[in-house]
């Protein structure tokens, strides 16, 4: 499984940016670990371990989520060749069993593939920081158990998923619940162990792959991939094709209209709100963070939540990469190009209803609608400008793709700083509304005009790029 992980990632990115990713990971952890004592300023000790654990833990849950939820699609995509997980069905293998070794495959990845670079990073930083590189190792072996944790969550939940999806809400809802009264207690064994040597270490080991255990014993001897209806999308598609018309100026509609219908067909719906929900969480913990550990009051408005669910817009085209296998469109007479627009055209049209829904939900919970059409303008902007570059330069592999350490840091490049002036702006807003508002709307027009031009070099980029 490990092989095979490292082959279809490599094969999709170049070897050399897939390997050279780790690196990006080392120099991260240097940087932090170096930068900790400015970073951490003001802030409680235990406020930040507490904070680095549950950050990683939900670092587990985003990758645990790609890996589980994402595996139906790798299955519609790649069904034409073996994949590990399908051996149950060709030989004498419980599904509980490949499903078992595949969590601890995901654990055993990210941990060589993340963590063992994280960690030699934080080492090497430990030269230009207060932190000994003894006490770095016991903080690295404590921060694990927590992203373990997080990956066994998302295996349970994805385990509740293919029995039905209410299974998969009570299950999310539980976790939530043990989650919270964690979050009240500071009841983190990992956490103590750390601080005082007690309780030991494998007992948080233990409760965090109580989950997993759970989720390997609930997940099935046998999982069919249901077969999506036929009836009705052939009649269906002359309606689509007719009120898909408008689009011709960007894309060419027989393919928007496909693509629209193969997004029903799949229901990845689903998926992608739970692709959101995710990292809206993680936000929602970071302003829960700050709130309760810096000695200053910050409060984060609906147009910073605007930038922050902008940017995650790239996760729904990365769903939109995945729904179905495009190696058929060989055989019509188009090219990458006009795939990639057709995504963009459905990015832009028929999913915005998820990030304006989350939108509206932060808005009422905040009690800022009057802000409203302001933030959804900002995350238009922003998500706008962020998919476009994305699809020029990953094209039909997002996913992968950003595993090049090469295509990665050009999208880190390009995506981080007007975010942060964007959101300098928005916690800026009651102080100087007038200036605020200009500096807002010029930004975003800037994003526009920059989101044109990535747009018009998609033909360049990838025409000359074949479907499989």
Known sequence: ML?????????????????????????????????????????PYREVLLGLHFSFLFYGLFTGGLAFFGSDFLERIFGHYALVTSLPETQPLSYRRVMGIYFCKELLFYALFTFAPLTLGALLGTSWSFIVPGRMLRL????????????????????LYRRSLYAA????????LVLGALLASDGLPQLAWYLDGSPP???????????????????????????????????????????????????????????????????????????????LMMLVFVNWFLDRGLPLEVEFNTIFWGVMVGFFGTMLYSWLNTMDDSSFYATLPLQVPDLVRARLVLFG?????????????????????????????????????IVSYTAWITGLRTNSSLYDATIFARFFLVSVPPMVLLAILSMALEQALPVVMVALSFTCLVLLLATQLFYGRIEHRWAGEEFD
Not at 236 to 243: G, H, M, N
Not at 355 to 366: D, H, K, V
Request: net charge positive.
């Open 169 to 176: 809400v009570a299950g999310g809802g539980t976790l939530l």
């Open 201 to 279: 270490l494998p007992l948080g080991w233990g409760l965090a792959l109580l989950p997993a255990l759970a989720a390997a014993l609930l997940v099935g001897e046998f999982h069919e991939q249901a077969l999506p209806p036929v009836q009705g999308y052939r009649e269906q598609y002359r309606e689509t094709l007719a009120s898909s018309e408008w689009s011709r100026r960007w894309a060419v509609p027989a393919v928007v209209a496909k693509e629209r219908l193969d997004l029903q067909r799949s229901r990845t719906g689903i998926k992608m709100v739970f692709s959101f929900a995710v990292p």
């Open 3 to 43: 092989q095979e992980e490292v082959r279809l990632n490599s094969s999709f990115a170049s070897r050399r940016g897939f390997w050279l990713f780790p690196l990006l990971v080392v120099g991260a952890g240097l940087l932090a670990t170096a930068l900790a004592a400015e970073l951490t300023a003001g802030v």
């Open 140 to 159: 690295m072996a404590s921060l694990l158990p927590s992203f373990c944790a997080g990956l066994a969550g998302a295996f349970l939940v994805a385990s």
């Open 349 to 385: 049209t028929v999913t915005w209803w998820i990030p304006a829904l989350f939108m509206g939900l932060i808005a009422l919970l905040s009690r800022e609608l009057r802000l409203l059409p302001l933030a959804i303008f900002v995350m238009a902007a922003v998500g706008l400008y």
